[in-house]
């Protein structure tokens, strides 16, 4: 074998056996997304505290999967995703027996980050959203702006500690979570109403629908990034 031939072969086995640089699965996935068109990122969180697998497709059809080990907070992701139009895909397993903080804040966390992930350089989006959401006797608001700064503003009037199975506090902590992995402002607020459920429900379902409008694309802005700054 002539010594052209002996190199390529040598070049062919160590590019088989190179460990591959080290890459998260949302920024593989928001790659192939944008070259399919697709806005869409995977997800897989994992701490000693809680694993998070998943994917998150911005132009979905509502569908979803999700399993969290709590099941009021299944309910709420499973409409957030049909309200929004998005797919979602989630399995977690956390440390419930010590608190249920940790996996509904890092629940959020991950969608969020999946969310940036899946919209690429952001030019084109609206960027900001809102909706008023009714909900039998109650009257829940949310704004949204992706703004590339991480706030969150929770007022749900909520006076029981569970509804459900959930611990009702932590609904700021998964908005909160959101935000920091989206790098942005997220603002929801109970008007009025009777029952904590509605309280709760009515809110995803308006944070939902604002971020929808966030996430859609203006076509007079299509090469445009949404920030006189220049940055998001």
Do not use: W
């Amino acid at each position: 074998m002539s010594k052209t031939r002996n190199d390529a072969v040598r070049r062919t086995a160590a590019s088989r056996t190179k460990k591959p640089g080290r890459t998260t699965a949302a920024t593989k996935a928001a790659t192939q997304g944008a070259t399919k068109g697709v806005r869409a990122a995977s997800f897989d969180r994992q701490t000693t505290e809680t694993q998070i697998r998943g994917r998150f497709v911005v132009d979905g059809e509502g569908r979803y999967d999700v399993r969290t080990g709590i099941r009021f907070l299944d309910h709420m992701l499973e409409l957030f995703a049909r309200h929004g139009g998005f797919d979602l895909t989630l399995h977690a397993t956390g440390d419930l027996d010590v608190d249920q903080h940790h996996t509904v804040e890092d629940i959020g966390i991950a969608i969020g980050e999946a969310m940036l992930a899946a919209l690429g350089d952001r030019k084109g989006i609206n960027r900001a959203g809102y909706f008023l959401m009714p909900m039998d006797e109650t009257l829940a608001l949310a704004a949204v702006d992706l703004s590339g700064r991480p706030h969150a503003a929770v007022d749900l009037k909520l006076k029981v500690r569970m509804v459900g199975d959930l611990q009702a506090e932590l609904v700021h902590d998964f908005f909160g979570g959101f935000a920091q992995g989206a790098r942005a402002n997220v603002h929801t607020k109970v008007l009025y109403g009777r029952s904590s459920h509605h309280h709760i429900e009515g809110v995803f379902k308006a944070f939902a629908r604002a971020l929808r409008v966030a996430c859609a694309k203006d076509a007079r802005l299509a090469k445009m990034l949404p920030s006189t700054k220049g940055l998001l």
